[in-house]
């Protein structure tokens, strides 16, 4: 099994920035097996969308609603992924959910943007 442990999150006003980590432990074969790790959210009432992903190769996908605002990097030496958000926005509200190989996943971070 991969565990995912996210870190950050919490509030912030309009236009302000926050930033995201997460870290997979488990045990070496299945660590050893992650090829692509990210980010979705789910916003109250939503279903769960992808935020962004990067593989092991640096390969990187973004959602269209957060291209230029976001920044994902990928640590595959660490098995962690971090998120950075800037000129955030109230629809950026929602619980952010760490993702391992399209099957792994983190309990959720809760995000809120609000004046």
């Known amino acids: 099994q991969v565990q995912l442990v996210e870190s950050g999150g919490g509030f912030v006003q309009p236009g302000g920035s926050l930033s995201l980590a997460c870290a997979a432990s488990?045990?070496?074969?299945?660590?050893?097996?992650?090829?692509?790790m990210g980010w979705y959210r789910q916003a109250p009432d939503k279903e769960r969308e992808l935020v962004a992903t990067?593989?092991?190769?640096?390969?990187?996908n973004y959602a269209d609603s957060v291209k230029g605002r976001f920044t994902i990097r990928g640590d595959y030496i660490k098995r962690t992924v971090y998120l950075q958000m800037t000129s955030l926005k109230p629809e950026d509200t929602a619980v952010y959910y760490c993702?391992?190989?399209?099957?792994?996943w983190g309990k959720g971070t809760l995000v809120t943007v609000s004046s």
């Open positions: 993702n391992a190989n399209y099957y792994y």
């Open positions: 488990g045990s070496i074969d299945k660590i050893n097996s992650i090829y692509v």
């Open positions: 990067v593989t092991s190769g640096g390969t990187i």
